[in-house]
């Protein structure tokens, strides 16, 4: 069976932007790369939005870009508006065909289903796929989106909903997102934080239907686009070793106080592709020990008082955007995160910290 210098299991989101990566640093110009990917065809299947907090290879994958966003509680709403970092959204399809696009013009790239294809014993591997099954009683962020397109133009497409907590709780954490893509097209998700044992939570396609009719006032519309999702809001239990690299949400790229993910994997790809010589013997990339230990109190008084939740996220858009769009994108400073954590109730995390 064939060799590969470099092996990268799961042709993903991680998976292919590392590819990308070392394509575009000419570091498969001498060594040859396989990527095993189990689907048939690459189509639109997710949408990856983010504050830019720094400069990507996929602009011209953006669909939309704004620089205005609301959060809603029942009777309030607050508007936020920052020009520094745009929230952006990212058509997968477009990510997929511009990597595979460019992919395919290098010979020393070649693409595999199965890995057993493969001979894997003298490459470095980078994996995204996780082993194990993953445990369904802890956290996760599970949701599912639709793309709405409505005759008349009725969106404000300058400013979207980042958090609408005017639904349901249903003794978990539930809010809608809507993104408009255009003044006739939006981006509707209904998202919930809690296990995955609840069945009852999953009535997904009902939720969007009432949201729509009865909080956006929509009756016409048709649905171009499905997304569905869960991502884990607890680190996988996967080890790097001399051989295997974890990336993507398998190699903890996920921020679990927020599901974030999409530029982390831009991050961790550019440290990997710059020390790509080295890589076994470097420190392991990391999202940083002061973000794993926050969100680890912030996600235990989430699931302790889901109730409280709402009120703390909307209290925490108060804070001047620039700080918590920082520290939401693992960019704050010391004085920063001094400044969020200030905003929480004191009592309720303490309590939960010490219990
Ligand atoms: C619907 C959805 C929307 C999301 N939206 C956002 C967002 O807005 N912002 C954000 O930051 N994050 C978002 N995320 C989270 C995260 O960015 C994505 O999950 C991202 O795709 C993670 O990249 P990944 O490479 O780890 O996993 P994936 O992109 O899922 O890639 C894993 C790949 O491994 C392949 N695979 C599976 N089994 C095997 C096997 N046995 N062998 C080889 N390959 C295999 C799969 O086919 C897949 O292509 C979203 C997640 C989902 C599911």
Redesign the pocket.
């Known amino acids: 069976m064939r060799e590969f210098d470099y092996v990268i ?7 292919l932007s590392l590819a990308y990566e070392l394509e575009i640093n000419d570091k498969l110009k001498e060594k040859t790369l396989a990527i ?4 048939g065809e690459y189509k639109r ?6 504050w830019k907090v720094f400069n990507h290879n996929f602009a011209d994958c953006v669909i939309k870009s704004w620089n205005n966003f609301t959060i809603n509680i029942p009777n309030s709403s607050h508007e936020i508006k920052n020009e520094n970092f745009p929230y952006q ?1 990212i058509d997968s399809g477009k990510f997929y065909k511009k990597i595979n696009f460019k992919l395919a013009k290098n010979p020393n790239i070649f693409f595999f289903k199965d ?1 057993n294809k493969i001979n894997l014993e003298n490459s470095l591997i980078f994996s ?2 996780y082993k194990a099954k993953m445990d369904k009683t802890k956290l996760w962020q599970h ?1 599912q ?1 639709i793309e709405i397109e409505t005759p008349k133009d009725i969106f404000d497409d300058k400013i979207l909903n980042l958090m609408d907590f005017n639904c349901e709780q249903r003794n978990d954490v539930h809010f809608f997102y809507t993104l408009p893509l255009s003044k006739n097209k939006a981006l509707i998700e209904t998202t919930w934080l809690s296990n995955l044992e609840d069945q009852s939570l999953m009535d997904y396609d009902l939720q969007l239907e009432n949201y729509i009719k009865n909080n956006l006032h929509i009756k016409n519309y048709k649905i171009n686009f499905t ?5 884990p809001l607890f680190y996988p239990s996967l080890k790097n070793n001399d051989k295997t690299i974890y ?5 903890g ?2 921020r679990l106080s927020t ?5 982390n ?1 831009q991050e961790h790809s550019k440290y990997i592709v710059k020390n790509i010589n080295k890589i076994e013997k470097i420190k392991k990339f990391s999202l940083g020990k002061k973000y794993q230990f926050l969100d680890k109190i912030f996600l235990k008084v989430l699931k302790k008082h889901p109730e409280k939740m709402p009120k703390i996220f909307f209290d925490m858009f108060k804070i001047p955007s620039n700080t918590v769009i920082k520290f939401l994108s693992n960019k704050s400073n010391i004085f920063e995160d001094i400044n969020i954590i200030s905003r929480m109730p004191k009592l309720t995390f303490i309590k939960v910290l010490f219990n």
Request: glycine letters at 22%; hydrophobic letters at 40%.
């Open positions: 299991i799961g042709g993903g989101c991680a998976g095993i990917e189990p689907r299947d997710k949408t990856w939005s983010f959204s890995v995204s796929v949701f989106g997304e569905k999702g869960a991502i990336i993507g949400s398998a190699g790229m996920t599901g974030y993910t999409f530029l994997i």
